[in-house]
């Protein structure tokens, strides 16, 4: 089965909406604009039930099939946020807000699923209860655990929960997954540093924060190259570094190091937490300062359950004609969160040879709006078929 016909017949129509939203990119919980625009379209679809204010500004659409035998409830989600950076691909449907970009393809995301539930609305062919939720803040809020702290799950029944993102690099079309972990967890890690700061000159007389910071970069490396078993996956990088003084002939009393922990499983996340603090610990001990770490722990892995990953591979070869085995990558996905609360699946598509997620060139690729709204619409006949 390829392409939905209806869906292939709405091709202009979702790809103005998706260009609309990319022209008014809203940053975390701030998308009042688009989710406006989500519950106006969904009640406009016909959909049973359209629910604002779930997880602060996201928004919950209901659609039931012709019948419900089962009692079957699946859910599809779509991020609506951008990024807090300027564009600068000059296209005529470019970002009108300065300092605001829809730079990781999240407007074609909510575009897809909007498609797809008008499809849904019009055909009802199946035998249950489809969910499509519309999750703000996924860029560094983590919208889909307030979603979840909402009572996203249990409010609405939702079962099984899936969700797409575009690739970049892949050919433009292909779809990809794997079962298992296929994105990391986020952490990040902050550690200020107090020595005793004095006068270049003098070294003997002070407690050297910059020798410090400079051992303890170099010491963090060797967690991952030492401590950690090198077949599980993991990064741990200094991002960020700066002293209390921008003097040559001073030495500053204090400092601080910031960056992010990338693993794809608890045991290694749990490892390294531990370990990065010994070694700062240990390390500034030594000079004779003091350390305070803050370890902070972003999203979890996102982690793919075997069965509803079997049925997204089979729905994706449906409308496209294969599916590939996706790599287990480092970049993070707060959908992990809704994967922790139901079995579900996150899946892949190829955006072609664009520039990369968070760049300032950036646009998601309109031709594959079919395909993308063709696999929501088929995940949900397929898991749940018309009785």
């Given at each position: 089965m390829?392409?939905?016909?209806?869906?292939?017949?709405m091709?202009?129509e979702?790809t103005?909406?998706?260009?609309?939203?990319?022209?008014?990119?809203e940053i975390?919980y701030?998308?009042?604009r688009?989710?406006a625009l989500?519950?106006?379209?969904?009640?406009?679809?016909g959909?049973?039930?359209?629910?604002?204010g779930i997880?602060r500004?996201?928004?919950v659409?209901?659609?039931?099939?012709?019948t419900?035998?089962?009692?079957?409830?699946?859910?599809?989600r779509?991020d609506?946020?951008?990024?807090?950076m300027q564009?600068?691909?000059?296209?005529?449907?470019a970002?009108?807000?300065?300092?605001?970009?829809?730079?990781?393809?999240h407007d074609?995301?909510?575009?897809?699923v909007?498609?797809?539930?008008?499809?849904?609305?019009?055909?009802?062919?199946?035998?249950?209860?489809?969910?499509v939720?519309?999750?703000?803040?996924?860029?560094?809020?983590?919208?889909a655990?307030?979603?979840?702290?909402?009572?996203?799950?249990?409010?609405?029944?939702?079962?099984?929960?899936?969700?797409?993102?575009?690739v970049p690099?892949l050919?433009?079309?292909?779809?990809?997954?794997?079962s298992?972990?296929?994105l990391?967890?986020?952490?990040?890690f902050?550690?200020?540093l107090?020595?005793r700061?004095?006068?270049?000159?003098?070294?003997?007389?002070?407690?050297?924060?910059?020798?410090?910071?400079?051992?303890?970069?170099?010491?963090l490396?060797t967690?991952?190259?030492r401590?950690?078993?090198?077949?599980?996956?993991?990064?741990l990088?200094?991002t960020?570094v700066?002293?209390?003084?921008?003097a040559?002939?001073v030495?500053p009393?204090?400092?601080?190091?910031?960056?992010?922990?990338?693993t794809?499983?608890?045991?290694?996340?749990?490892l390294?937490?531990?370990?990065?603090?010994?070694?700062?610990q240990?390390i500034v001990?030594t000079?004779?300062?003091?350390?305070?770490?803050?370890?902070s722990?972003?999203?979890p892995v996102?982690?793919?359950?075997a069965?509803?990953?079997?049925h997204?591979?089979?729905?994706?070869?449906?409308v496209?004609?294969?599916?590939?085995?996706?790599?287990?990558?480092?970049g993070?996905?707060?959908?992990?969160?809704?994967?922790?609360?139901?079995?579900?699946?996150?899946?892949i598509?190829?955006n072609?040879?664009?520039?990369?997620?968070?760049?300032?060139?950036?646009?998601?690729?309109?031709?594959i709006?079919?395909l993308?709204c063709?696999w929501?619409?088929?995940?949900?006949?397929?898991?749940?078929?018309?009785?």
């Amino acid at each position: 089965m390829p392409i939905k016909n209806r869906l292939a017949e709405m091709h202009g129509e979702i790809t103005a909406w998706r260009r609309d939203i990319h022209e008014h990119p809203e940053i975390l919980y701030d998308t009042h604009r688009t989710s406006a625009l989500v519950a106006e379209k969904l009640a406009a679809f016909g959909c049973d039930q359209v629910v604002t204010g779930i997880g602060r500004t996201g928004v919950v659409g209901v659609i039931r099939g012709k019948t419900d035998t089962r009692g079957r409830v699946i859910g599809l989600r779509a991020d609506m946020d951008a990024l807090p950076m300027q564009e600068q691909t000059g296209l005529e449907h470019a970002s009108k807000t300065p300092g605001a970009m829809h730079a990781c393809g999240h407007d074609g995301h909510t575009a897809m699923v909007l498609g797809a539930a008008k499809y849904l609305a019009e055909t009802r062919n199946f035998d249950g209860t489809a969910v499509v939720i519309f999750q703000p803040a996924e860029e560094g809020g983590n919208g889909a655990e307030a979603m979840c702290k909402d009572g996203l799950m249990d409010r609405f029944g939702i079962q099984e929960v899936y969700a797409m993102h575009n690739v970049p690099g892949l050919p433009t079309g292909q779809f990809a997954i794997r079962s298992g972990p296929l994105l990391a967890a986020a952490d990040e890690f902050d550690i200020h540093l107090e020595g005793r700061g004095g006068h270049a000159a003098k070294p003997q007389e002070t407690v050297d924060t910059t020798v410090m910071l400079s051992q303890i970069i170099v010491a963090l490396q060797t967690i991952v190259s030492r401590n950690a078993d090198p077949i599980l996956q993991a990064v741990l990088s200094v991002t960020s570094v700066e002293t209390s003084s921008n003097a040559f002939n001073v030495i500053p009393q204090s400092a601080r190091l910031r960056g992010t922990v990338r693993t794809h499983s608890n045991e290694m996340r749990e490892l390294i937490e531990q370990r990065l603090g010994e070694v700062v610990q240990g390390i500034v001990a030594t000079f004779g300062g003091n350390a305070e770490v803050t370890y902070s722990r972003g999203v979890p892995v996102t982690v793919n359950a075997a069965e509803p990953t079997a049925h997204a591979a089979e729905a994706a070869i449906a409308v496209g004609g294969s599916c590939d085995e996706a790599p287990m990558v480092m970049g993070g996905e707060d959908f992990s969160f809704m994967l922790e609360e139901r079995p579900g699946a996150f899946i892949i598509l190829g955006n072609g040879h664009s520039a990369g997620l968070h760049h300032p060139e950036y646009d998601f690729n309109d031709e594959i709006i079919p395909l993308g709204c063709s696999w929501f619409a088929e995940m949900v006949e397929r898991r749940m078929p018309a009785a």
